[in-house]
């Protein structure tokens, strides 16, 4: 490499690999203490009050679903599940484009993070990161497992990500749908990003990765957050954006393992990452300890947070920039954290909805049919900020896998796979509403977090297993007549309506919703899965 070169290490495996033989500068592997130091000095952001990284993102501050695209070859045709979510892109596209990004980086300095997903060592994919952003690079960093010393000299990148964050697309001459685009080669093993300034493409990109990766290896992803209780029994926690995920898996009373992707193999369950993006909008000391503490660490970034100018005071109350604010930190911020990344077999899996309508159930017990089910429909309600073109208010949607945007197969491999694991390994799902209750979303309130833990924990830790249950009339889920500090009137969602008859339609209208949407999936399931929802036909 140039003798410009930086850092604790330099692979010897280095840029021109990318097509990136000239350059500024370019620093590798920097420690978080230098990389916040770069981003200060570039005017990257400002450090807050108790040391946090704050950073604006501009007008993207979520994800930018319209604007991801793959490329489609010999390698992909076959096997990418086509149409909304994985849009196809030629290759002549990606080389426009990823002539454009190499000649745009090589004329800046650049920060490059070799790093690991997948704690699982005969699973991890090498991952390298290459941004003109020190900050971009401190979340990478962050998110991603750090390698050892010795494994960085010959790092050689399984998939590379090149991130040019403020470098636009002109749509006409450069097919894309705006100056935004995340474009990824699994040939070529290449991410290109540029035109956000949001983080969590980086992120997502590599899940998506992952996604499309592992089943090969007989091994199911998940986004899903995971945890250890004091007996050593494994949790995982389904659920979209805004559905609990993280907050539900912070725990101090079980070890966390992960708070957003895992895989589960035949050795158990993994993090893919080595850190934490956790919504702080909101956030409370009182209800959220561990995650709040986090926001005033040194190594944190803070998105889009609103912070006084003058004392680096934060408000993370204040969503003059997005409902979307975001912590990234490295995954030891959280006390009580298996830095290993693996748990075993799950015993209970928990899928998580925010039901808009206030409809579904705070719990409920699946049969694994429902599992499969619940799992293909991915019901939630997607909260304002979590993407660009959203309004203010939830929007009632179903987001299969409960991450739609992030599989890049068929959902039925991923459902076909749930259900085999399940079986083989005898694990319980319950379904938990997160969202609202005695009405819909405008009428109703959202549902008590204390309330939400209690039910999480005694359904975790066997206090739910022999209590009676009654079946919900449109959905034929196993509902718990009494739980362990939650009042008995909470566990029937139209007892907790004053208008019945309204409840009773409100049920209906979202019981046709999950019968329309399920209809695309059912040839492709068997029938007692398809029988597994027939109340919602009801």
Not at 93 to 120: E, T, W
Not at 199 to 211: C, D, P, Q, R, V
Not at 274 to 300: M, N
Not at 356 to 364: D, E, K, M, Q
């Amino acid at each position: 490499m140039s003798s410009k070169d930086i850092g604790p290490v330099v692979s010897q495996n280095g840029l021109h690999l990318h097509g990136i033989g000239h350059y500024r500068t370019a620093h590798w592997n920097l420690p978080a203490a230098a990389l916040v130091q770069h981003a200060l000095c570039r005017g990257e952001g400002n450090l807050a009050q108790g040391g946090s990284f704050v950073a604006l993102t501009g007008d993207q501050t979520g994800r930018s679903p319209n604007d991801k695209f793959i490329v489609e070859d010999a390698k992909s045709r076959s096997s990418i599940w086509w149409g909304k979510v994985n849009v196809a892109t030629d290759e002549n596209v990606y080389r426009r484009l990823y002539g454009k990004v190499a000649a745009y980086l090589q004329a800046r300095d650049l920060f490059v993070q070799d790093l690991f997903a997948g704690a699982d060592p005969e699973y991890r994919l090498k991952v390298r990161v290459v941004s003109e952003n020190a900050w971009h690079a401190l979340f990478a960093r962050n998110m991603f497992i750090r390698p050892g010393h010795d494994q960085l000299k010959d790092f050689t990148p399984d998939f590379t990500v090149l991130h040019a964050p403020h470098l636009q697309a002109d749509p006409e001459t450069d097919g894309t749908t705006s100056s935004t685009f995340i474009v990824v080669n699994f040939t070529d093993r290449v991410i290109l990003i540029g035109g956000t300034r949001y983080a969590g493409e980086i992120k997502k990109s590599i899940f998506s990765i992952l996604n499309f990766l592992l089943p090969e290896k007989n091994v199911l992803p998940m986004h899903c957050s995971a945890n250890i209780g004091r007996g050593g029994d494994t949790a995982i926690f389904f659920g979209l954006s805004g559905t609990g995920k993280t907050t539900l898996s912070a725990d101090p009373d079980r070890t966390l393992i992960g708070d957003d992707e895992h895989g589960w193999s035949d050795r158990g369950v993994f993090n893919f990452e080595g850190g934490c993006y956790a919504k702080v909008i909101r956030l409370s000391a009182e209800a959220e300890p561990e995650i709040h503490a986090t926001t005033s660490r040194f190594g944190t970034i803070l998105e889009n947070v609103v912070m006084d100018p003058l004392t680096g005071q934060l408000d993370l109350d204040d969503n003059r920039y997005t409902e979307n604010t975001r912590a990234s930190y490295p995954i030891d911020f959280i006390p009580n954290v298996t830095l290993s990344g693996q748990g075993n077999q799950p015993d209970n899996i928990i899928m998580l909805t925010a039901d808009a309508f206030g409809v579904l159930p705070p719990i409920s017990r699946l049969t694994p049919e429902q599992a499969m089910y619940h799992f293909l429909s991915g019901y939630t309600a997607r909260v304002a900020g979590t993407e660009r073109g959203l309004g203010n208010e939830p929007q009632a949607t179903f987001s299969t896998c409960f991450g739609a945007p992030f599989m890049p197969r068929h959902p039925s491999v991923y459902a076909k796979m749930l259900g085999e694991k399940m079986a083989k390994t005898g694990a319980k799902c319950w379904l938990v509403n997160t969202g609202w209750t005695g009405g819909a979303y405008g009428v109703g309130e959202r549902m008590k977090i204390s309330y939400t833990r209690a039910m999480v924990r005694a359904a975790l830790d066997g206090r739910l297993a022999d209590v009676a249950t009654t079946i919900h009339p449109q959905f034929g889920l196993q509902v718990p007549t009494s739980c362990p500090d939650v009042p008995a009137e909470v566990l029937d969602p139209r007892a907790t309506w004053s208008n019945k008859d309204a409840y009773d339609q409100s049920a209906r209208d979202l019981s046709r919703r999950f019968e329309e949407n399920f209809k695309q999936f059912e040839s492709h399931v068997d029938e007692d899965v398809k029988a597994a929802g027939i109340y919602a036909a009801a």
